[in-house]
Nanobody
């Protein structure tokens, strides 16, 4: 059974940091990343990584603030979020993509259940 399990969400003040982690099981994924969905908005791409090569890509809104990392051997991916803003508040979903690079939900084959990140002003 394929599973992606997120951890690390929570409440933080603006300007603070959080680290999200995702552990995959059931099969090995090489293209992994994060999407987020704020209330009343569509799910949007945040960051992706091709774990075998270390190649990464980011949404413009998080460049310079968020860093994605992955460990192919551990089948896991993390997202270090710094300088958080209230507009970063959302449910963050771990994703395993079918292609590289990826940036849309249509390119995702497996999703985690999500973890809530709330940034207070």
């Amino acid at each position: 059974q394929v599973q992606l399990v997120e951890s690390g969400g929570g409440l933080v003040q603006a300007g603070g940091s959080l680290r999200l982690s995702c552990a995959a099981s059931g099969r090995t994924f090489i293209n992994m990343g994060w999407f987020r969905q704020a209330p009343g908005k569509e799910r949007e791409f945040v960051a992706g990584i091709r774990t075998w090569t270390g190649s990464t890509n980011y949404a413009d809104s998080v460049k310079g603030r968020f860093t994605i990392s992955g460990e192919n051997a551990k089948n896991s991916v993390s997202l270090q979020m710094n300088s958080l803003k209230p507009e970063d508040t959302a449910v963050y979903y771990c994703a395993a993509a079918l292609v590289w690079p990826f940036s849309t939900a249509r390119e995702i084959g497996n999703w985690g259940k999500g973890t809530l990140v709330t940034v207070s002003s």
